[in-house]
Protein backbone atom coordinates (compact mmCIF):
# COMPACT_ATOMS: atom_id res chain seq x y z
CA UNK A 1 0.00 0.00 0.00
CA UNK A 2 2.81 2.17 0.80
CA UNK A 3 4.78 1.46 -2.57
CA UNK A 4 1.00 2.05 -4.27
CA UNK A 5 0.71 5.57 -2.00
CA UNK A 6 3.93 6.69 -3.27
CA UNK A 7 3.30 6.32 -6.85
CA UNK A 8 0.04 8.08 -6.44
CA UNK A 9 1.93 11.14 -4.80
CA UNK A 10 4.68 11.21 -7.26
CA UNK A 11 2.16 11.20 -10.31
CA UNK A 12 0.26 14.29 -8.67
CA UNK A 13 3.75 16.26 -8.39
CA UNK A 14 4.61 15.52 -11.69
CA UNK A 15 1.32 16.96 -13.21
CA UNK A 16 1.73 19.97 -10.64
CA UNK A 17 5.10 20.69 -12.85
CA UNK A 18 3.65 20.58 -16.10
CA UNK A 19 0.50 22.89 -14.90
CA UNK A 20 3.26 25.36 -13.34
CA UNK A 21 5.45 25.37 -16.05
CA UNK A 22 2.82 25.47 -18.76
CA UNK A 23 1.14 28.91 -16.79
CA UNK A 24 4.82 30.22 -16.73
CA UNK A 25 4.97 29.94 -20.21
CA UNK A 26 1.81 31.75 -20.51
CA UNK A 27 2.63 34.40 -18.52
CA UNK A 28 5.78 35.10 -19.80
CA UNK A 29 4.36 35.00 -23.80
CA UNK A 30 1.29 37.34 -21.93
CA UNK A 31 4.34 39.93 -20.63
CA UNK A 32 5.97 39.50 -24.64
CA UNK A 33 2.97 40.51 -25.82
CA UNK A 34 1.82 43.10 -23.25
CA UNK A 35 5.72 44.77 -24.13
CA UNK A 36 4.98 45.32 -27.66
CA UNK A 37 1.50 47.01 -26.66
CA UNK A 38 -0.52 43.47 -27.38
CA UNK A 39 -2.23 40.93 -25.29
CA UNK A 40 -3.18 37.85 -25.71
CA UNK A 41 -6.51 38.49 -27.17
CA UNK A 42 -5.68 41.17 -29.56
CA UNK A 43 -4.79 40.44 -33.40
CA UNK A 44 -0.97 41.96 -34.37
CA UNK A 45 -1.63 45.08 -37.00
CA UNK A 46 -0.21 44.67 -40.65
CA UNK A 47 0.42 46.42 -43.52
CA UNK A 48 -1.98 44.80 -46.27
CA UNK A 49 -1.15 46.15 -49.75
CA UNK A 50 -4.28 46.54 -51.72
CA UNK A 51 -4.81 44.52 -54.85
CA UNK A 52 -0.85 43.31 -54.72
CA UNK A 53 -0.20 39.65 -54.27
CA UNK A 54 1.43 38.35 -51.15
CA UNK A 55 4.76 38.38 -52.97
CA UNK A 56 4.87 42.13 -52.81
CA UNK A 57 5.04 42.01 -56.85
CA UNK A 58 3.81 44.74 -58.85
CA UNK A 59 3.94 47.45 -61.14
CA UNK A 60 6.27 50.78 -61.20
CA UNK A 61 3.94 52.11 -63.91
CA UNK A 62 0.31 51.69 -61.22
CA UNK A 63 -0.92 53.85 -58.30
CA UNK A 64 -0.99 51.79 -55.63
CA UNK A 65 -2.44 51.86 -52.07
CA UNK A 66 -2.24 50.56 -48.84
CA UNK A 67 -3.67 50.36 -45.37
CA UNK A 68 -3.99 48.86 -41.97
CA UNK A 69 -5.47 45.69 -40.93
CA UNK A 70 -6.91 46.03 -37.40
CA UNK A 71 -9.65 43.47 -36.71
CA UNK A 72 -9.49 43.37 -32.74
CA UNK A 73 -9.87 47.36 -32.87
CA UNK A 74 -6.55 48.04 -31.22
CA UNK A 75 -6.24 51.67 -30.74
CA UNK A 76 -3.97 53.31 -33.24
CA UNK A 77 -2.49 56.70 -33.01
CA UNK A 78 0.25 58.72 -34.27
CA UNK A 79 0.51 57.10 -37.41
CA UNK A 80 3.15 58.03 -40.44
CA UNK A 81 3.62 56.62 -43.54
CA UNK A 82 6.76 56.64 -45.81
CA UNK A 83 7.28 55.11 -49.41
CA UNK A 84 11.14 54.73 -50.12
CA UNK A 85 13.23 53.01 -52.90
CA UNK A 86 16.87 51.71 -53.06
CA UNK A 87 19.08 54.27 -54.47
CA UNK A 88 22.14 52.74 -56.81
CA UNK A 89 23.98 53.45 -52.85
CA UNK A 90 22.05 50.91 -51.39
CA UNK A 91 20.28 53.29 -49.00
CA UNK A 92 16.93 54.07 -49.51
CA UNK A 93 15.77 57.40 -50.34
CA UNK A 94 11.69 58.49 -49.30
CA UNK A 95 9.84 59.09 -52.25
CA UNK A 96 6.28 59.90 -50.22
CA UNK A 97 4.69 60.26 -47.19
CA UNK A 98 1.54 61.14 -44.92
CA UNK A 99 0.48 61.64 -41.58
CA UNK A 100 -2.55 60.99 -39.38
CA UNK A 101 -4.36 58.17 -42.01
CA UNK A 102 -5.01 54.83 -41.89
CA UNK A 103 -4.45 54.37 -45.82
CA UNK A 104 -1.57 55.57 -47.67
CA UNK A 105 -1.60 55.85 -51.44
CA UNK A 106 1.70 56.03 -53.66
CA UNK A 107 1.64 56.96 -57.44
CA UNK A 108 3.46 55.35 -60.28
CA UNK A 109 7.26 55.81 -59.91
CA UNK A 110 8.93 58.68 -62.10
CA UNK A 111 12.33 58.47 -63.60
CA UNK A 112 13.02 54.86 -62.31
CA UNK A 113 16.41 55.08 -63.70
CA UNK A 114 17.97 57.05 -61.34
CA UNK A 115 16.97 53.73 -58.59
CA UNK A 116 19.13 50.44 -58.15
CA UNK A 117 17.51 48.06 -60.24
CA UNK A 118 17.94 44.10 -59.05
CA UNK A 119 19.29 41.25 -61.16
CA UNK A 120 15.23 40.51 -61.47
CA UNK A 121 14.75 44.21 -63.34
CA UNK A 122 12.75 45.39 -60.68
CA UNK A 123 13.01 48.56 -57.85
CA UNK A 124 12.86 47.51 -54.15
CA UNK A 125 10.47 49.32 -52.50
CA UNK A 126 9.68 49.90 -48.66
CA UNK A 127 6.36 50.84 -47.32
CA UNK A 128 7.15 51.90 -43.38
CA UNK A 129 4.46 52.66 -40.73
CA UNK A 130 5.30 54.49 -37.44
CA UNK A 131 2.82 54.64 -35.04
CA UNK A 132 1.72 54.01 -31.89
CA UNK A 133 -0.74 50.94 -30.95
CA UNK A 134 -2.54 50.94 -27.85
CA UNK A 135 -0.07 53.59 -26.62
CA UNK A 136 2.72 51.67 -27.83
CA UNK A 137 5.29 52.80 -30.26
CA UNK A 138 5.85 50.42 -33.13
CA UNK A 139 6.92 50.18 -36.72
CA UNK A 140 5.44 48.34 -39.24
CA UNK A 141 6.95 47.33 -42.79
CA UNK A 142 6.04 46.14 -46.28
CA UNK A 143 8.56 45.14 -49.14
CA UNK A 144 7.50 45.83 -52.75
CA UNK A 145 9.35 44.43 -55.59
CA UNK A 146 8.38 47.17 -58.34
CA UNK A 147 8.28 45.14 -62.01
CA UNK A 148 9.97 47.59 -65.12
CA UNK A 149 10.01 47.79 -68.77
CA UNK A 150 13.14 46.02 -69.68
CA UNK A 151 16.64 47.26 -69.82
CA UNK A 152 19.78 46.70 -72.17
CA UNK A 153 22.58 48.21 -70.11
CA UNK A 154 25.39 47.35 -72.63
CA UNK A 155 26.58 45.45 -75.56
CA UNK A 156 30.38 44.67 -75.76
CA UNK A 157 31.84 45.26 -78.57
CA UNK A 158 31.84 42.58 -81.40
CA UNK A 159 34.20 40.06 -82.07
CA UNK A 160 34.30 39.37 -85.81
CA UNK A 161 35.31 35.71 -86.48
CA UNK A 162 35.70 34.90 -90.57
CA UNK A 163 34.97 31.57 -91.72
CA UNK A 164 35.50 31.44 -94.72
CA UNK A 165 36.41 33.89 -97.82
CA UNK A 166 32.78 35.12 -97.91
CA UNK A 167 31.26 34.63 -94.41
CA UNK A 168 32.30 35.58 -90.81
CA UNK A 169 30.41 35.10 -87.46
CA UNK A 170 29.75 37.78 -85.24
CA UNK A 171 29.95 37.27 -81.30
CA UNK A 172 29.50 39.82 -78.44
CA UNK A 173 27.84 39.96 -74.50
CA UNK A 174 24.66 41.67 -73.51
CA UNK A 175 23.89 43.06 -70.45
CA UNK A 176 20.24 43.11 -69.65
CA UNK A 177 17.44 43.21 -67.26
CA UNK A 178 13.52 42.70 -66.77
CA UNK A 179 13.21 39.33 -69.37
CA UNK A 180 14.94 36.08 -69.39
CA UNK A 181 15.42 36.22 -72.49
CA UNK A 182 16.68 37.78 -75.70
CA UNK A 183 15.79 38.15 -78.94
CA UNK A 184 18.52 38.29 -81.87
CA UNK A 185 17.34 39.33 -85.18
CA UNK A 186 19.76 39.34 -88.09
CA UNK A 187 19.26 41.53 -91.30
CA UNK A 188 21.36 41.88 -94.77
CA UNK A 189 21.45 44.07 -97.12
CA UNK A 190 19.35 42.90 -100.20
CA UNK A 191 17.61 40.16 -98.44
CA UNK A 192 13.98 39.65 -97.88
CA UNK A 193 14.79 37.05 -95.15
CA UNK A 194 15.32 37.73 -91.43
CA UNK A 195 16.93 35.15 -88.98
CA UNK A 196 15.60 34.98 -85.40
CA UNK A 197 17.15 33.06 -82.62
CA UNK A 198 16.34 33.35 -78.45
CA UNK A 199 19.38 33.01 -75.84
CA UNK A 200 17.86 32.54 -72.58
CA UNK A 201 20.25 33.30 -70.47
CA UNK A 202 19.30 35.94 -67.83
CA UNK A 203 21.26 38.80 -66.67
CA UNK A 204 24.37 38.40 -69.26
CA UNK A 205 23.87 36.51 -72.33
CA UNK A 206 26.96 35.46 -74.17
CA UNK A 207 25.71 35.55 -77.95
CA UNK A 208 27.03 34.51 -81.21
CA UNK A 209 25.26 35.17 -84.59
CA UNK A 210 26.21 33.20 -87.63
CA UNK A 211 26.83 32.68 -91.16
CA UNK A 212 26.95 36.47 -92.35
CA UNK A 213 28.19 37.80 -95.49
CA UNK A 214 31.25 39.49 -95.80
CA UNK A 215 29.87 41.02 -99.23
CA UNK A 216 26.85 42.76 -97.55
CA UNK A 217 25.72 45.39 -94.68
CA UNK A 218 24.70 43.27 -91.95
CA UNK A 219 22.34 44.36 -89.02
CA UNK A 220 21.99 42.57 -85.91
CA UNK A 221 18.69 43.62 -83.68
CA UNK A 222 19.02 42.98 -79.53
CA UNK A 223 15.30 42.76 -78.44
CA UNK A 224 14.50 42.40 -74.78
CA UNK A 225 10.96 42.12 -74.34
CA UNK A 226 8.39 41.96 -71.08
CA UNK A 227 4.78 42.42 -70.48
CA UNK A 228 6.02 46.38 -69.65
CA UNK A 229 7.46 47.51 -72.89
CA UNK A 230 10.23 46.54 -75.49
CA UNK A 231 13.96 47.97 -75.91
CA UNK A 232 16.14 47.20 -79.29
CA UNK A 233 19.79 47.68 -79.56
CA UNK A 234 21.07 47.56 -82.82
CA UNK A 235 24.66 46.41 -83.88
CA UNK A 236 25.43 47.68 -87.82
CA UNK A 237 28.49 45.92 -89.53
CA UNK A 238 29.93 47.17 -93.28
CA UNK A 239 30.58 44.99 -96.07
CA UNK A 240 34.31 44.16 -95.70
CA UNK A 241 37.26 42.61 -98.47
CA UNK A 242 39.89 42.24 -95.58
CA UNK A 243 39.97 42.34 -91.73
CA UNK A 244 41.75 45.77 -90.88
CA UNK A 245 38.05 46.91 -91.20
CA UNK A 246 36.15 44.67 -89.75
CA UNK A 247 34.66 46.58 -86.57
CA UNK A 248 31.07 46.81 -85.41
CA UNK A 249 29.00 50.37 -86.13
CA UNK A 250 27.73 52.28 -83.31
CA UNK A 251 24.91 55.42 -83.98
CA UNK A 252 26.86 58.64 -83.46
CA UNK A 253 24.70 61.91 -82.81
CA UNK A 254 24.69 65.07 -85.03
CA UNK A 255 25.95 66.84 -82.72
CA UNK A 256 28.78 64.71 -81.86
CA UNK A 257 30.07 64.45 -85.32
CA UNK A 258 31.76 68.41 -85.04
CA UNK A 259 33.78 67.12 -82.43
CA UNK A 260 35.28 64.39 -84.18
CA UNK A 261 38.35 63.53 -87.07
CA UNK A 262 37.48 61.42 -89.83
CA UNK A 263 39.25 58.60 -91.67
CA UNK A 264 36.78 58.56 -94.96
CA UNK A 265 36.86 54.77 -96.85
CA UNK A 266 34.58 53.81 -100.34
CA UNK A 267 32.07 50.74 -99.40
CA UNK A 268 34.58 48.50 -100.76
CA UNK A 269 37.16 49.71 -97.88
CA UNK A 270 39.28 51.73 -99.69
CA UNK A 271 40.73 55.10 -98.42
CA UNK A 272 39.67 58.36 -99.95
CA UNK A 273 40.36 61.03 -96.73
CA UNK A 274 42.77 60.93 -93.62
CA UNK A 275 42.17 63.11 -90.39
CA UNK A 276 39.41 65.16 -91.95
CA UNK A 277 37.05 67.19 -90.22
CA UNK A 278 33.05 66.88 -90.62
CA UNK A 279 33.15 69.89 -92.84
CA UNK A 280 35.40 68.07 -95.41
CA UNK A 281 33.03 65.64 -95.75
CA UNK A 282 31.11 68.47 -98.16
CA UNK A 283 33.50 67.47 -100.65
CA UNK A 284 32.17 64.36 -101.02
CA UNK A 285 30.07 62.97 -103.72
CA UNK A 286 26.08 63.09 -103.35
CA UNK A 287 24.42 60.36 -102.89
CA UNK A 288 26.95 57.90 -101.94
CA UNK A 289 27.79 55.47 -99.28
CA UNK A 290 31.00 55.90 -97.43
CA UNK A 291 32.63 54.74 -94.18
CA UNK A 292 33.48 56.62 -91.54
CA UNK A 293 35.92 56.03 -88.88
CA UNK A 294 35.72 58.60 -86.24
CA UNK A 295 37.98 59.40 -83.15
CA UNK A 296 36.70 61.75 -80.69
CA UNK A 297 38.26 63.55 -78.42
CA UNK A 298 38.59 61.26 -75.47
CA UNK A 299 39.87 58.83 -78.34
CA UNK A 300 37.10 56.14 -78.71
CA UNK A 301 36.70 55.29 -82.18
CA UNK A 302 33.49 54.50 -83.97
CA UNK A 303 32.74 53.43 -87.27
CA UNK A 304 29.30 54.80 -88.93
CA UNK A 305 27.73 54.52 -92.22
CA UNK A 306 27.57 58.06 -94.21
CA UNK A 307 25.48 59.09 -96.86
CA UNK A 308 26.27 62.05 -98.57
CA UNK A 309 22.92 63.83 -99.55
Given amino acids: MTTIRNLFLAAIAIVSSQNIVAQDLEEDSTKRLEAIGLNSNSSIVNIIGNNIPESGICSAYDSHSFSLSNPENDLLSDINWQFLIEN ?37 GLILCDLKINGVQTQLSYRLSLELSPVIFSVTTPDIIPTSDYFYNCSFVVDYSGCDHLMV ?23 TVTHISRLLYAWIDIIAENSYGKVTKTIEIPPFENDSIVQSINQVSRDDLGNRRYDVY ?15 LDNLQPSKIYILRTVSESNDIKTIKYIKR
Fill in 185 to 207: NLEQENMSIIVSDYVYEPSLAHV
Fill in 88 to 124: PDNGYVTVANASGVTEFGIEAVSDPEIYKINPDGDLN
Fill in 266 to 280: DINGCPIMQNATYSD
